[in-house]
């Protein structure tokens, strides 16, 4: 039996991409999965698809900016299941363009959904996760939380943000709780299209479309991650293509 089997694992922006792709996995290693994103229709879909496989999964949408969406995601797991095991904090936005387009609607956006919608994730995880006395977060960032180029300084700073909360996450964790950072690439997603840049855009999805890792790459590594054994916490993955600089 895999250390997936059985365990109770929330996932936040799961109607596509990493999210969609991580839950598939799990759900076929036999995770029982409570689902969250803002498109409800799209979650429908993919627990149908779960359950037509033999799998579990239950859904709410879910909108990582209202503290109150992520406490719903929880509570659902402790009364569809009676626990939660696993928080994979993946939902995320990448509205990129340079600073001097002045976006600052955009900014304002990434720093709600990309900081403090992983903020408000282990805000109602956290306790649920020390009653229980065990339990696992894993979080979403970026190969840019590593490295800043042109256009993407926001989006960077939300990201090496995530990754110095989690960080700090891990030293209080103690040693009941496992706190693993999963960093991707350049991945086959519609993260290019979210920005509004036009010359932005075009780069992205060309680069994307040239050098780009599906997404089942990084569900491979949250699955690594949760599939360790109790003592056993992997701190930081970085998943990018061969191709990527």
């Known amino acids: 039996m895999s250390g997936i089997d ?6 936040t922006g799961a109607g596509s991409g990493i999210g969609e792709a991580t839950a598939l996995l799990l759900a076929a290693r036999g995770a029982r999965l409570v689902l969250g994103a803002r498109r409800s229709e799209r979650l429908a879909e993919l627990v149908s698809r779960i359950e037509k496989s033999g799998g579990t999964a239950v859904q709410t949408r879910t909108d990582v900016t209202r503290r109150d969406d992520l406490h719903a ?9 009676g626990r939660l095991d696993v928080l994979v904090a993946n939902a995320g936005v990448g509205t990129i363009s340079p600073l001097d387009d002045l976006r600052v609607d955009e900014w304002d956006r990434m720093v709600d959904v990309n900081i403090k919608g992983v903020l408000h994730g282990i805000g109602a995880a956290l306790p649920v996760f020390r009653a229980q006395g065990t339990g696992h977060f894993v979080t979403i960032a970026s190969t840019a939380a590593f490295r800043v180029v042109p256009a993407m300084a926001v989006y960077a700073g939300t990201k090496f943000a995530v990754r110095a909360l989690c960080e700090g996450l891990r030293q209080e964790a103690g040693d009941s709780l496992r706190v693993t ?13 979210a920005s509004t840049n036009p010359r932005v855009r075009a780069e992205i999805t060309a680069m994307r479309d040239r050098i780009a890792i599906p997404p089942e790459a990084i569900a491979q590594a949250i699955a690594f991650a949760i599939d360790q054994p109790p003592t056993v916490d992997v701190n930081e993955i970085v998943v990018r293509p061969t191709a990527q600089s």
């Open 181 to 193: 950072t999963v960093s991707p690439g350049v991945v086959a997603t519609g993260f290019a299209e």
């Open 73 to 81: 995601l929880v509570a659902l797991a402790g009364e569809r299941f």
């Open 6 to 11: 059985g365990k109770v694992v929330a996932i």
